[in-house]
């Protein structure tokens, strides 16, 4: 199957009550290790990309990974999505390079601002027949300290307007969730507010909703890199049972990059520990790679709900 869009795997997961899961990659082990877990599974899933990833692996590589994926295993949907698209150039360069969905991120902007950068990247990529997720409020970032002291959640009330004057066709919102690997603080009680999401799902019947800062921060890992030489104290995630509320609700997909990292960088640390004597890089980053997959499997079976959906 080629790189598809995310239209098709949207609609059923919005009337199968379930999410995809939309990992950041950068190399080519994190995308074995995704893929072979969606295989395994039969899953639809979405390989996403920021700009800053494509500045690392360069964006052929990316891409050509992509495609072999998709070469590899056309039992399953995959699509290539640009994470956080700063703007309409960088917006219009994934679009021609082969992109199949872009995210424009114009939530830090001005309410009209974020209308009408966002209805200018419609414009052109569904003249490209691709796909256009927006933002509407914004997630508190990696510096802060709580997610909700910084954040603002979307606005329920200003969804409808967003949507119909941009035309995307995605939603991210704001509920609580935060980028990266300390969205709360140790000894609180993280909540979603799925009142906000319950009311943007009222007033945008069928229409996919995004989450961002999604990861689980799975204590695990992150006992695994503090127990060999790494310092991530007290980092935390959203419960997954939460996610799995919001996967079974309107939100239709949950993006994933800070437990991979985690996952990866625990195994290749216990590895090295274990094995100072190897210096053979593909022994810790097969081993990273196999945690990738254990992991994505076990999202995609008890959080995303997207197992046996491809
Ligand atoms: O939300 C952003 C993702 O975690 C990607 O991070 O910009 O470092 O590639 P990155
Ligand atoms: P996490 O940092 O929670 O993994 O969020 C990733 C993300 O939202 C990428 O856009
Ligand atoms: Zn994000």
Redesign the pocket.
């Known amino acids: 199957m080629p790189i598809v869009t995310t239209k098709e795997m949207f609609k059923k997961a919005y009337e199968g009550g379930y999410a995809i899961g ?1 990992f ?1 990659v950068n190399n080519m082990e994190t995308i074995q290790g995704l893929i072979t877990a969606a295989s395994e599974l039969h899953a639809p899933i979405i390989l ?1 990309a ?1 700009a800053i990833a494509r500045v690392y692996a360069g964006n052929t590589y990316l891409r050509k990974l992509a495609e072999a994926a998709a070469h590899d295993h056309p039992e399953i949907p995959i699509a290539l999505h640009l ?2 698209g700063a703007d309409f150039e960088v917006c219009r360069q994934f679009v021609e390079e082969g992109y199949t969905s872009v ?1 424009i991120d114009a939530s830090s902007r001005p309410f009209e601002e974020n209308i009408e950068e966002t209805a200018k990247v419609v414009e052109y990529a569904h003249a490209h027949g691709v796909v256009v997720e927006a933002e509407l409020g914004s ?1 508190a970032g ?1 510096e802060d300290e709580v997610a909700s002291e910084n954040s603002s959640y979307t606005k329920p009330e200003q969804v409808e307007e967003f949507v119909s004057k941009t035309g995307c066709d995605s939603l991210a919102i704001a509920i609580g ?5 300390f ?1 709360f603080k140790p000894g609180t009680k993280p909540q979603l507010r799925f009142d906000i999401l319950e009311e943007v799902a009222k007033r945008l019947p069928g229409f996919p909703i995004v ?5 689980s ?1 799975p204590q695990e890992f992150v006992k695994m890199v503090n127990e060999y030489g790494g310092n991530v104290p007290g980092a935390m ?2 419960p997954e049972e939460q996610l799995r509320r919001a996967a079974s609700m309107a939100v239709c997909k949950i ?7 985690l996952a990866m960088t625990g195994e290749i640390r216990k590895h090295l520990a274990e094995h100072p004597e190897n210096f053979d890089y593909r022994k810790y980053l097969g081993v990273a790679r196999d945690a990738v997959t254990d992991m994505v499997k076990h999202k995609m079976i008890d959080v995303l709900g997207c197992d046996g959906k491809a």
């Open positions: 939309a950041n996403q920021s994470d956080h995210m997630l990696i969730t935060s980028h990266g690997a969205k989450l961002h800062g999604a990861s921060v995630g959203v993006n994933i990059d800070s437990d991979i990292r």
